[in-house]
Structures are given as C-alpha cells and as structure tokens.
C-alpha cells in the first residue's frame, strides 16, 4: 500500500516535522494534588503546566525541558525528562533539517543521505524516546495517567516517511 507518492514525498517530510514540533506528545491530567488539580501540556520544546486550585502555584507556568530537569532534580521522575529533552534535541536537528530542505530542496536531495528517509528516522527515534519518557512518568511515580498523543503522531509519520517508495 501506498502511502504517498513519491514525488510529494519531501513535502510531507517538512510538514510532518514542523507539525511534529508544534502538537504536544504528552497531556497529562493530575487530581488531588495539594487539594486541586494540574494539567501538563508537554510539548517537544516546552511544557505549559495549568493549575487549578493548587495553592501556592502560579494557575499558568511554562518551562522548556532544561528548566523542568532542573526542578525535577534529585526527584524519581527526572529521568523522564531528561529523556523529554533528549527526545526534543533529536527533533531539533529535524526541523533544522527540514527547514535546509524546505529552503533548498536540489541542494538537501543531492546531499549522501535521502533526506525523506533522514527525517523519517528523526521522528521515529524521536517518537520512541519520547514514548520512554512516558513509560518513565507512569512508572516513577508521576500522578495522573500521561497521554502520549503526540507520539503515536511521531511513530505513525516516521514509519511513513522510512517505507515511502522514493522514484
């Protein structure tokens, strides 16, 4: 079966990325904590935490991965994120990537390595780290039940991207 064709294969290789970038891989809903309720909104590049009546919490904080290892240090769970910052380094490289693409496509397509398979590669690894930094929120302790939505994204398109038959 086929999935794309071949020739509209670079196109969904930037925009796969770039959305990649943009929708959060993990959303996680916390009750009872401190007598109110948090909910995460990860990100690849940062995390958008909403409290509700959590007293002594700011109701709306951001933090990018390196602030949140930071606070979560010496705590059960910093391993999740440092995996989290991992996970958004490698994607890092594939929105750079797919911006080089995007603004020079003959010279990107003539470099030694396809750069639909590269960026297939990038969101699978990409997928696969990030869903062991959700493996390691359920089990280090982490409250509430994290929905790795945009994993499934990452793992989905990244397959795709690696088995697209190039011309």
Known sequence: MVWVRSEYAGELAVVSTWLAALIPWNV???SDVSGGAVLFVRFPFFQVRYAFGVPLARRVAVS???SAI?????QTIQAA???WAFG??????GVLVAVAYYLDEERVESGPVDPVRFLGGILGLSGLV???ATYL???RGFPGIPLPVGVVFLLVLGGVLLTVERA
């Open 64 to 66: 990018d991965p390196l």
């Open 137 to 139: 929120l359920v089990t």
């Open 70 to 74: 930071a606070f979560q240090s010496g």
């Open 130 to 132: 990030l869903a062991g």
């Open 81 to 83: 994120y440092q995996a």
């Open 28 to 30: 996680t809903y916390s």
């Open 88 to 93: 958004a380094a490698v994607l890092a490289v």
